[in-house]
Nanobody
Framework: QVQLVESGGGLVQPGGSLRLSCAASGNIFLINTMGWYRQAPGKQRELVATITRDGRTNAADSVKGRFTISRDNTNTVSYLQMNSLKPEDTAVYYC??????????WGQGTQVTVSS
């Protein structure tokens, strides 16, 4: 199948920036859409942004203009550039890959904490 490994989380002050990476391995040719979701304590997991194989992007209203999703030219690494971070962006961020065969794969998650 496909495996996902996230990296890049950490502690940042409000207004700061972080870049998350998600590296895919395995049957990567099956990956259609890659995305990022997040889950804050006591809240449901929510969509942050997605990017399709042909580069079409979608983002939640709460992050538009601040976060940018991208993929490398091999379509095996997804990036989430997060600027102007706010305390409410604090959450565990999960990488997601939707496969052509209708299966969704999740990474293990990486903690992002925005605090002074």
């Amino acid at each position: 199948q496909v495996q996902l490994v996230e990296s890049g989380g950490g502690l940042v002050q409000p207004g700061g920036s972080l870049r998350l990476s998600c590296a895919a391995s395995g049957n990567i040719f099956l990956i259609n859409t890659m995305g990022w979701y997040r889950q804050a304590p006591g809240k449901q997991r929510e969509l942050v942004a997605t990017i399709t194989r042909d580069g079409r992007t979608n983002a939640a209203d709460s992050v538009k203009g601040r976060f940018t999703i991208s993929r490398d030219n091999t379509n095996t690494v997804s990036y989430l550039q997060m600027n102007s971070l706010k305390p409410e962006d604090t959450a565990v961020y999960y990488c997601n890959a939707r496969l052509d065969i209708g299966i969704a794969i999740w990474g293990q998650g990486t903690q992002v904490t925005v605090s002074s």
